[in-house]
Every structure is written in structure tokens, then in C-alpha cells.
């Protein structure tokens, strides 16, 4: 996971989205003035054991941009950690700063664009061309059952390269088993724009972490077939 987390770091593929995570830093709110941003791309974090990969869109800003750590000192961090804790599957209910001591219990966060793009509104050549990333940290997560996607671009960009066919629709609690056997679970992304509306409450958010953890310890062979017959 180590030459795996070095390869993200260290990338610069898309030059729009280096030109704009170098910029957030000098266009930032007042409320950060004299803070030292990350501004490179946000490689995931988590427990290497982990069963569940929560998987975002793409680095925000202001969050994982700034803190360098995914999920971390945003308002959709504090709804997703709050209900992890909730849920046993974190230490704390806060995850504000890369060094605030935050452990996942069997969670693993990453996201589909490791960069923060201008309106959190990626271009399909730039998810395309960090997709590979997030394979990779799939790939190192040996113990890992579900992939909990939040919101519908994740949903869509992880079904198709895990090669869902046809490709299934996007609900808050859909699932879909890949040809590989894990399963996908869609959620509303936790962002402030669905909380502050009641799109998404802390109880559905609580239902979906719920099932997550269910399905993360099922054996293979019940959740395959659980899944495959709804
Ligand atoms: S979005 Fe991904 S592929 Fe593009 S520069 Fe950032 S880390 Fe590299």
C-alpha cells in the first residue's frame, strides 16, 4: 500500500486538476487564512485489514485538500466519521486534521478523482485517469467485501470498472454483486448540500453504514447469493 499511496502523491496527470489544487489554497476562505494546504493528491487511509472501502467522489477542497487526508475537516467528513463511530467502525466521531489520532476499525477511505477539480465536477478523462488508483488500493486490501459508494458518479465509476454489467441504477441502499464478488452499496453522498435538505438524514445514513457492516461479515458464498437473487 505504501508504493501505492507514493504513485498518488506523487501525480500530476491532469494538469487542470494541478492548476486547481494549487489554487483552492490561494482562493481559501477566510476561515483558513494562514493554514498550509496540502494541495497534491489525497491518497486513501484507513485500516489495511479493512472489509468496507467508502468510496468518494473526489478530494474537496477545502477538506481533504487542505488537511491532506481523505474525509478530513469538511462537513460531509463529519457526517460520514460521526456515523462510522455510531456505527463501532471508528475511534472517535470527529476527523478534523491529519493528525488528530483518527483510527478506522475495518474502513478504508479512498475516493474515485484523488485531486479536488473545480466544482467538485470532474471530466470523465480525468476519473478515467484515476481510476487506476483506486484498483490499486483495492487491490491491497485483501480482506476487503463491500465498496460503499457515496452519491451516484462513484457509484457509476466503480461499477463500471469493477465490470457490472448491465450497469445498475443508482439508489441510496442499492447493491450490486461484481463479477469479482464484492459487493457495491450505493449511498447519497453525505455533502452538505444533502444533509442541509434532508436528502440524506443521519438515520438513512445510519442504515446504509448498518448494512455495510452486515454485508462486510457475511462469508463470501451468502452475501454473493443474497445479493444476486434481490
Ligand atoms: S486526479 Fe488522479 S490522475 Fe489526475 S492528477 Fe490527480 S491523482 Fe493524478
Redesign the pocket.
Known amino acids: 500500500m505504501l508504493e501505492v499511496r507514493n504513485r498518488?502523491v506523487a501525480?500530476?496527470?491532469?494538469p487542470r486538476?494541478?492548476w486547481w489544487?494549487e489554487a483552492c489554497a490561494e482562493q481559501r476562505p477566510a476561515r483558513f487564512a494562514g493554514e498550509e494546504y496540502w494541495s497534491r493528491?489525497v491518497p486513501g487511509f484507513g485500516d489495511p485489514d479493512a472489509r468496507i472501502y467508502v468510496a468518494g467522489l473526489a478530494t474537496a477542497a477545502h477538506g481533504g485538500n487542505r488537511t491532506g487526508r481523505a474525509f478530513t475537516g469538511n462537513s460531509t467528513a463529519s457526517w460520514l466519521v460521526a456515523a462510522l463511530h455510531r456505527a463501532g467502525l471508528a475511534d472517535q466521531p470527529v476527523s478534523e486534521r491529519r493528525d488528530d489520532g483518527l483510527r478506522l476499525a475495518g474502513v478504508w477511505f479512498g475516493s474515485v478523482?484523488?485531486?479536488a477539480p473545480p466544482g467538485n465536477r470532474?471530466t470523465a478523462a480525468?476519473r478515467d485517469?484515476?481510476l487506476p488508483?483506486l484498483a490499486a488500493e483495492v487491490d491491497a486490501l485483501p480482506a476487503l467485501r463491500v465498496v460503499l459508494c457515496l452519491g451516484a458518479f462513484a457509484w457509476r465509476a466503480v461499477a463500471r470498472w469493477a465490470g457490472a454489467r448491465p450497469l445498475p441504477r443508482f439508489a441510496h441502499g442499492a447493491e450490486q454483486v461484481t463479477p469479482a464478488g464484492l459487493v457495491l452499496l450505493g449511498s447519497y453522498h453525505p455533502s452538505r448540500q444533502n444533509t442541509n435538505t434532508g436528502v440524506l438524514t443521519a438515520a438513512m445514513l445510519d442504515a446504509v453504514v448498518h448494512r455495510a457492516k452486515e454485508l462486510a461479515a457475511a462469508p463470501a458464498s451468502t452475501v454473493t447469493r443474497s445479493c444476486a437473487e434481490s
Open positions: 498518488i501525480c500530476r496527470a491532469c486538476l494541478v489544487r493528491p478523482v484523488r485531486c470532474p480525468e485517469a484515476c488508483f
